[in-house]
């Protein structure tokens, strides 16, 4: 598998004091073709979800049905390993039509370059933002959809026509800032970019900045905004998770809780003060050597939240190839 589609970040930024009881926490489990559903507490409960033929990269659950909603590659054939443009749905609790309830991402009467897709992102009235994940490499930019939350409930529903349009090679993990713009994280471009969701207008570049950090090679694929507006970085092949000390830069070092070659390829989520990132073992990891999700606190402190140890006593962990975290409400329905 190229190192391109290695690359599969995005989540909702929960912003809250603490992991609620009335959520709990999936994990895309890439390369076992399942979501897994944890504890606050990081105890493993069961298999959410198995996605049969394709393989999970990022997850996001409406505000509004609670539904699932999952990007993916292909698990296998001859183009095994590449994502897709397929979205798989599932129900609150799991479940799914027959042969899985899918609609694919289309680029309808505008000429973007490709539909493929990895990062999506819920806002709070349930609409749904999906980026595509080839820009300038394909010759063209990353397109950012939006589907209506009523058109949701459609076997295929229709985006929205003028799309954001962002001049990056990748689309990576998006979220929104506290100024309610969407922000989106591209590891090649080095760069975080965002934009008005009802102009398209780029309001923030962080490229200079994050260019400017004494951490150097920031590769960002999964990124946050905590209360005060200070964004959050993971990068994925220096193992490190970044942050600005203040709006506006500089970015320093937070954590490094893994080295080359693991890689920190997931996105990146913030509850309260603690920060959520997986790693993906590269080479991949076996049965016996699941990948683990830390815990990071604002401050730097990091945690082993969710590990595993040889089969059969895997611990607390069942992920194979993660590649997104996601805060789950156990109470939308």
Excluded at 73 to 84: E, F, N
Excluded at 94 to 107: A, H, K, L
Excluded at 142 to 170: E, H, S
Excluded at 232 to 257: D, R
Aim: aromatic share 12%.
């Amino acid at each position: 598998m190229s190192k391109s589609f290695f690359i599969s970040v995005f989540a909702v930024l929960l912003a809250s004091t603490s992991l609620h009881a009335s959520e709990e926490m999936l994990v895309a489990s890439n390369r076992s073709n399942s979501i897994e559903q944890f504890t606050t507490t990081g105890t493993w409960v069961r298999t959410f979800a198995t996605t049969g033929p394709y393989a999970p990269t990022a997850l996001v659950q409406s505000p509004l049905t609670g539904e699932v909603f999952v990007t993916s590659m292909w698990a296998s054939g001859q183009q095994v390993g590449q994502l897709t443009n397929i979205i798989l749905r599932y129900q609150s609790n799991g479940q799914f039509e027959t042969n899985w309830d899918t609609f694919r991402v289309s680029c309808g009467d505008f000429p973007c370059g490709t539909s493929e897709t990895q990062s999506m992102l819920f806002d709070s009235s349930g609409n749904l933002w999906i980026a595509t994940a080839y820009g300038e490499d394909f010759g063209d930019a990353i397109y950012i959809f939006k589907y209506l939350a009523a058109d949701l409930q459609l076997p295929n529903p229709p985006a929205q026509p003028k799309p954001i349009v962002a001049d990056m090679y990748r689309g990576d993990q998006m979220a929104f800032n506290k100024s309610g713009d969407l922000c989106i994280a591209g590891f090649i471009d080095e760069d975080v970019q965002c934009f008005n969701t009802s102009t398209g207008a780029k309001t923030a570049d962080y490229r200079t900045e994050i260019h400017d950090s004494s951490v150097g090679d920031i590769e960002p694929v999964g990124l946050a905004f905590d209360e005060d507006n200070r964004l959050y970085l993971n990068s994925v092949f220096t193992g490190q998770v970044v942050k600005e000390e203040n709006p506006g830069g500089p970015i320093v070092l937070l954590a490094a809780p893994v080295s080359h070659p693991t890689l920190l390829d997931a996105n990146l989520v913030l509850s309260g003060t603690s920060l959520y990132v997986a790693a993906f073992g590269n080479p991949p990891g076996t049965f016996s050597a699941p990948d683990p999700v830390y815990e990071i606190t604002t401050s730097g402190t990091v945690t082993d939240f969710i590990v595993g140890a040889a089969a059969p006593a895997l611990g607390n962990d069942h992920i194979w190839g993660a590649t997104w975290i996601m805060l789950f409400s156990t109470t939308l329905r």
